[in-house]
């Protein structure tokens, strides 16, 4: 028994001894393990991740330079727009100032042209009354000389002198 429990004792020292060198060897291989993992497997996973971080940091600056390009687009399209509507406003306001002077100008015109007129139709009024009173005036001369002629040739009274006048002017009026 004591052979047995030495062996078993030293087979347990051994087994203990066998576990601690294996366990060191284990350490070792997982540090190597850990060594090659860092160098193959970390280090290009970092950087592929630090690569990803970078693209993603760049996409949101790319995407805020977009967004404040596009922000001062806007504004100088508003802007743009802001002069387009003043300079139409404008250009309307020219366009009615000169309408209205057009038409001042127009009336003022229209206004010349029919005192023109006016004065010319007086003047031809003032011909043709002219012409109207030196036709009576010739009328009543040679009325007055036939009245005279008439007359002489026979002495008349009153009423034959009358009804003689008003026969003459009967007569001068179905000439004309």
Known sequence: MLTSSFVLGSAEAAHKAINAGDAVFQLVMFLILL??????????????MKQREDHIANEINEAENNRVEAQKLLDEQRNLLKEARQEAQNLIENAKKQGDVQRDEIIKTARAESDRLKEQAKIEIEQQKENAVAAIREQVASLSVLIASKVIEKELNAKDQEKLINEYIQEAGEDR
């Not at 060594?35 to 592929?48: D, E, H, Q, R, T």
């Open 35 to 48: 060594a090659l993992l860092k160098k193959f497997a970390w280090g290009p996973l970092m950087g592929i």
